[in-house]
């Protein structure tokens, strides 16, 4: 309802943002992810982030045969048309969400990154940095985050001959 009295409905939360006001906020969503983003505590932040996703997300499907899209086929159809799919943090809040309400739970307060969430959920797998300064370094590094019965199975493996 404007300050006019006027009855107000937009398709989406996006076209509310950008229409310009009265009828809309006459902002960008770059606008709203930035305030977001501004939230001090951290378990409020992800959830506000998690929640734009909810009412941003788009449905599965779309433009597949018009010239546009045989000419583009990298980016899809609408407005703002930014997807946050792969590794990214909206990618893997949206998963956990689905498929681990649980994990997501605790993502959204604080207890678990969503990096570390996807990873106990089985959606990526675990991966360490090791530094290639020395062998005495990178066996340290692998030694602290391998099974003694994987340390074992890696020598041997490095110790074939191709």
Do not use: C, W, Y
Request: proline share 4%; hydrophobic share 35%.
């Amino acid at each position: 309802m404007t300050q006019r009295g006027e009855q107000v409905e937009h398709g989406s939360f996006e076209k509310f943002v950008v229409t310009p006001p009265l009828k809309g906020l006459g902002a960008t969503m770059r606008l709203i992810e930035k305030l977001i983003d501004s939230i001090d505590n951290p378990a409020e932040r992800v959830e506000a982030q998690s929640l734009l996703d909810v009412v941003t997300q788009r449905g599965h499907g779309g433009d597949r045969h018009s010239q546009a899209f045989k000419m583009d086929n990298i980016h899809h159809e609408g407005e703002g048309a930014a997807t946050h799919g792969g590794t990214s943090r909206a990618a893997g809040l949206r998963r956990l969400r689905k498929d681990r309400p649980d994990l997501h739970a605790d993502v959204l307060a604080g207890r678990l990154s969503t990096h570390s969430a996807m990873v106990k959920a089985g959606f990526r797998k675990r991966k360490i940095s090791v530094p290639v300064s020395s062998a005495e370094d990178a066996a340290q590094a692998i030694k602290r985050n391998l099974e003694p019965e994987q340390v074992k199975e890696l020598a041997r493996l490095l110790a074939e001959d191709d």
